[in-house]
C-alpha cells in the first residue's frame, strides 16, 4: 500500500526525460516529469490530504486494493495546448473535475474537490510545461484518475480512495491526419449496447471500457475506424461510439444527438459542439432519441465528439452488412474549426470555456 503519511512537499524535478520528436506524435504515452497525487479517507475530515506534486514513476499498491478486484476506479481525459502565441491553453477542465465527481458517486466513491481538482490540473501543466507541444504538433493530454486503494476482500462499499494525475504529449487520435481522411470515419455499426441500462455508462468509470476492447479491436482489424453501439434494450437507437458522442445533421436542417441517460456519456465536446451549434453557428439542435433507420435514411451529415477527436466526420456506416456513405461535412467542418479556434485560443470563446495556465 502506498504510504499515507508521506509529507506533503513540492520536489524540484531535475528530469532528463527527453521531449518527444514533436512531428512524430501519436495518440500514445510518453513520460512527463511530474505526477500528481492525493489520498482521500470516508473516516476523516477533511476526507483529502492537500496533495503533493512527485517525479513520474510506478506507484506502490496492495494486491488487495479493491480496484484491483472489483474495477472501482473512473477516470478523465483533457489536453492543454498552445496558442499561436505559446500560452498554454485549458478547455473547460473544471468540467471534468464536476465529472470525475459524478462518476465517483455513481461507485459509492468520496468525489474530489472541485477546486482541488482545478488546482493540481493546472499545477501538472505548469510543470510539465516543457512537454506541451507546439501549436499545431499536438497537446498535453492529462489522465486524472481515482481508484479505491484500501484492502478488500469481499464487495462492498470503500473508504480509503487515491487520486492521481498524470500527462502526456500526444498527436493526433489517429495516424492519418484529418486532411488525409476527407472522406471520413469508417464506422460498424452493432447490434448491441455498450453498456447496460441501468448500469455505469454516464460515469467515466474503468469497467466500461475493458469490455469493449475486443469488440472495436476485432472490427478495427476489418478497416473500421470504430464500432457505433445501439441502445441495450430496444438496439434501434443510437448511442455512442467507443469512445465519443454522435451527432447527425438531418437533411432538413436540423442537428440531433441522443439525450443522455445512463448509457450515454455527458461527453464535454458533446455539450460544447451542441452550444457552439446552437448559439454561434445558429443551427437548430435537438436531444432526442434518433434511430439508426433514420440516421441513415435522413442524414446529411454524421459526426462524432469527444476530446481525443474533438470533432470528427463520419464518412461511411455499414449496419447489417450494407454500406451507408455520408459525402457532406460542412457543418461538422465549421464546428470543428470553431471550436479548434477557441482551444487555440485564435478566437475569443463566447462562454468563458478556456482558462490560460499562467507559467
Ligand atoms: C464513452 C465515451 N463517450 C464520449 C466521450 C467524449 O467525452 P469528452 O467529449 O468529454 O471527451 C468519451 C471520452 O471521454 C467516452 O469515453
Not at 506534486?53 to 477516470?75: D, H, N, R, W
Not at 461538422?332 to 490560460?356: A, M
Amino acid at each position: 500500500m502506498l504510504k499515507q503519511d508521506t509529507p506533503t512537499h513540492i520536489l524540484a524535478v531535475n528530469s532528463r526525460t527527453p521531449t518527444p520528436d514533436w512531428d512524430k506524435l501519436s495518440f500514445s504515452f510518453s513520460e512527463t516529469d511530474v505526477m500528481y497525487r492525493s489520498f482521500g479517507d470516508q473516516t476523516q475530515d477533511p476526507i483529502w490530504d492537500e496533495g503533493e506534486y512527485l517525479p513520474f514513476g510506478a506507484i506502490e499498491l496492495s494486491p488487495a486494493a479493491a480496484f484491483m478486484s472489483y474495477g472501482l476506479g473512473v477516470f478523465e481525459g483533457l489536453k492543454a495546448q498552445r496558442s499561436d502565441d505559446g500560452r498554454i491553453l485549458l478547455f473547460r477542465h473544471r468540467d471534468n473535475g464536476l465529472r470525475l465527481q459524478k462518476s465517483a458517486e455513481r461507485l459509492l466513491m468520496a468525489p474530489f474537490p472541485e477546486d482541488q481538482f482545478v488546482e493540481a490540473v493546472e499545477e501538472i501543466v505548469r510543470r510539465n510545461e516543457r512537454f506541451v507541444p507546439p501549436k499545431g504538433k499536438g497537446t498535453l493530454y492529462l489522465r486524472p484518475m481515482e481508484h479505491a486503494i484500501e484492502n478488500k476482500l469481499g464487495l462492498g462499499p470503500c473508504e480509503k480512495f487515491l487520486v492521481t494525475i498524470y500527462s502526456s504529449p500526444v498527436g493526433s487520435y489517429f495516424s492519418l491526419k484529418a486532411a488525409e481522411m476527407p472522406k471520413g470515419l469508417r464506422i460498424r455499426c452493432l447490434e448491441q449496447g455498450r453498456v447496460a441500462p441501468g448500469g455505469t455508462g454516464f460515469a467515466k468509470a474503468m469497467g466500461n471500457y475493458a469490455g469493449g476492447i475486443t469488440i472495436a479491436a476485432n472490427w478495427r482489424e476489418k478497416g473500421f475506424d470504430d464500432v457505433l453501439y445501439l441502445e441495450a434494450h430496444h438496439k434501434k437507437y443510437i448511442t455512442e461510439t467507443s469512445g465519443s458522442n454522435v451527432f447527425v445533421l438531418l437533411k432538413n436542417g436540423t442537428l440531433v444527438t441522443p439525450p443522455l441517460d445512463d448509457q450515454i456519456l455527458p461527453g464535454i465536446t458533446r455539450d460544447s459542439a451542441y452550444q457552439t451549434a446552437k448559439d454561434v453557428l445558429g443551427v437548430k439542435c435537438e436531444q432526442r432519441p434518433i434511430s439508426i433507420d433514420e440516421a441513415i435514411e435522413d442524414a446529411e451529415e454524421i459526426f462524432c465528439t469527444g476530446t481525443a477527436w474533438t470533432v470528427r466526420n463520419i464518412g461511411e456506416i455499414v449496419h447489417h452488412d450494407k454500406t451507408y456513405t455520408f459525402e457532406k461535412n460542412d457543418l461538422q467542418t465549421s464546428l470543428l474549426q470553431e471550436i479548434l479556434s477557441y482551444q487555440t485560443g485564435e478566437k475569443e470563446d463566447p462562454f468563458g470555456w478556456v482558462k490560460e495556465v499562467k507559467l
